[in-house]
Each structure stands twice: as structure tokens, then as C-alpha cells.
């Protein structure tokens, strides 16, 4: 679908210029962006990312493949950056940890009208903390996950 296609690329490029406040626009008002753990609407879409490109502020996209539906469209990408910020996450925050890390994720989008509708990104959580050298069971390492909320009180 010409109109998914355009949309995601819209996105990924707005995320990778850090151009990140004008991402509602993208979305039907009733839209939401999803992924493990956390679920926002289009409005606090941007404070979302701006906690990726923190934690990681050399933030790569790579993509490695899309399959096109009637409605949308299903993306796999790997994302590569240097964890030099901190990381929020549903379970807690990373503190930085200096390490370069990849991990690959899959975007389903769907599309109505010209906007996006949905967009969920499913990741390994557990291979993207370990990859940051962080231990979970015993928190063995110096790098503690701490005990917070969710980046957004808008989970749905």
C-alpha cells in the first residue's frame, strides 16, 4: 500500500532527524503506537522516542525486509546504537552503560484514511537488557534496573 509505505518512511526518517514533535501529525486521532510493555497515543508518541534517541543518541535504522498488506504493512528492521544515555523502560531505568548493542524489531502498521491507525513494534526486551549488560536475576551488575513507572501514564 502506497500510502503505508509512505507513512512509515515518514516516520523512520522523522525519527532519525530527531525531528520528532511532528510524528502526530502521521496518526488518526484515535491512533496509537505501541510496543512491549507500553502503549501511547500520537500526542506523547514524541516524548516516547525522544527517550530511544536519549539513551541512544547515535540511533541507527536498518531495515532488513517488509511485507505489504491491504491495510498496512509489517517491517523488520534492526536498530544499532551506543546505550550513553538513560534508558527508561516498563520494568525500570538503565543507567548508561558505554555499550554499542543491535537489536532487530518488527513494525506492524496499519493504515486508514492516509493515517496511521496502529503502529506496534515488537522487540526482545530481555535480549536488548542483556546486551546492555545489565543482569536481571540478582542484579549482579552495577547498573541496577531502578524500580519507576512507565514512560507514559497513557497505556491503554
Do not use: C, K, N
Not at 37 to 59: C, H, I, M, S, Y
Not at 60 to 78: I, K, N, S
Amino acid at each position: 500500500m502506497r500510502g503505508a509505505d509512505r507513512l512509515i518512511e515518514q516516520q523512520y526518517a522523522m525519527l532519525l532527524r530527531r525531528d520528532v514533535a511532528r510524528l502526530p501529525e502521521l496518526y488518526a486521532v484515535d491512533g496509537s503506537y505501541g510496543m512491549p510493555g507500553v502503549t501511547v497515543r500520537p500526542t506523547e508518541l514524541p516524548a516516547l522516542l525522544r527517550t530511544w534517541t536519549g539513551a541512544f543518541p547515535d540511533l541507527r535504522v536498518d531495515p532488513l525486509g517488509a511485507v505489504r498488506t491491504a491495510g498496512g504493512a509489517a517491517v523488520e528492521h534492526r536498530l544499532t546504537g551506543t546505550h550513553t544515555g538513560v534508558l527508561h523502560t516498563p520494568f525500570g531505568t538503565v543507567a548508561p552503560t558505554g555499550h554499542s548493542v543491535s537489536w532487530q524489531v518488527v513494525d506492524m502498521v496499519r493504515v486508514r484514511r492516509g493515517r496511521i491507525v496502529t503502529w506496534r513494534s515488537y522487540f526482545d526486551w530481555g535480549q536488548l537488557i542483556t546486551s546492555l549488560g545489565v543482569q536481571v536475576a540478582g542484579l549482579s551488575r552495577q547498573v541496577p534496573l531502578a524500580s519507576v513507572s512507565p514512560v507514559s501514564s497513557g497505556v491503554r
